[in-house]
């Protein structure tokens, strides 16, 4: 009898322990590999974690964000594989129904998904940085106190004159937490690779740098929205310059007035003391006047050959333009526009 209870108290107590491994196994299958992560959407879920962000701070944001389901079990797996203690910055794509270890495992990673970045129809340095910063970690104080500091520009080879011309408007993919300083060196790269053997071979011809055709661009980008238009404006201005004669470029006045509002320049903004004002010096200016796209810098590469030395804009507000290769016939042009002008009440 005795050897019968012992016997009875065996078997629970092997019946107890296997149901309780079986029930502890699979509780820990669910926590490993059980879907944990928006349960309740197709849509996927961008994670942004800021660089020197802790474990606590991810997991208050995907619980708050409701992108975890059981807080608990993916803190535990975090544990286990040693995330808690190597939290990456970065942005994260977390898709539906990943497990815990999925999920913790491509955090882990620092498998960041890139983001685009777009600029251009920039004018000044606050507005590059407005636009090249929209969509990452820095904010628009700290490029602009790169963009600004005259020592940490000269690496690259430009001055605060010019420095704008380093940047190339274009859709580039970057990581959202990028520092500001790895984005200009992004951004140099980028001109290098615009800049080839080909592109400065067409510049030198036209006695130019690669600066001076940038410069030369944006005066052309401002004068003209058609870019079909652009390679003509930009044999007027090459003509003058080989020449030697003033470029008297509205623009580079505008610019110098740094009112962009104006419509029309008058005498008196001819007037103005500045080393943009092409009315009183010849040659070029000391920098771009805005960031000139890439038509814009192809245009002056590529330039229409022909004997014209003015252009006004045409009297149908078309975007068009006038051009004369006499003074004589540019003053009859430009009288018909500035009558339209007037009839126009734009003053």
Known sequence: MRSDKKNKIFLVLIISFSVLAISMSFYFYQVFFSPNSLLETEQSYTLKIPSNATFKQVSNQ???DRVVND????SFVSKVLGYQDAVKPGLYIISPKMTNTELVRHLRSGNQAPVRITFNNIRTKEDLAERITKNLEINEEQFLDLIQDSVFIRKFDFEEETIMSMFIPNTYEVWWNTSPEALFDRMYKEYQAFWTPE?????????????EVSTLAS???SESQKSDERPKIAGVYLNRL?????LQADPTLVFAVGDFSLKRVLNV???IESPYNTYKYAGLPPGPINLPDI??????LNPEDHNYLY???????SGYHSFASTLAQHNVNARRYQAALNAAKIY
């Open 62 to 64: 995907l619980y708050e």
């Open 71 to 74: 807080m608990v079990s993916f």
């Open 199 to 211: 592109r400065k071979e067409k510049a030198a011809t036209l006695g130019m740098t690669p600066k």
């Open 219 to 221: 005066i052309v980008q």
């Open 242 to 246: 080989n020449l030697g004669m003033p």
């Open 269 to 271: 903004h001819k007037e």
């Open 295 to 300: 038509n814009s810098l192809e245009a002056v």
């Open 311 to 317: 252009f006004c804009a045409k009297e149908d507000f």
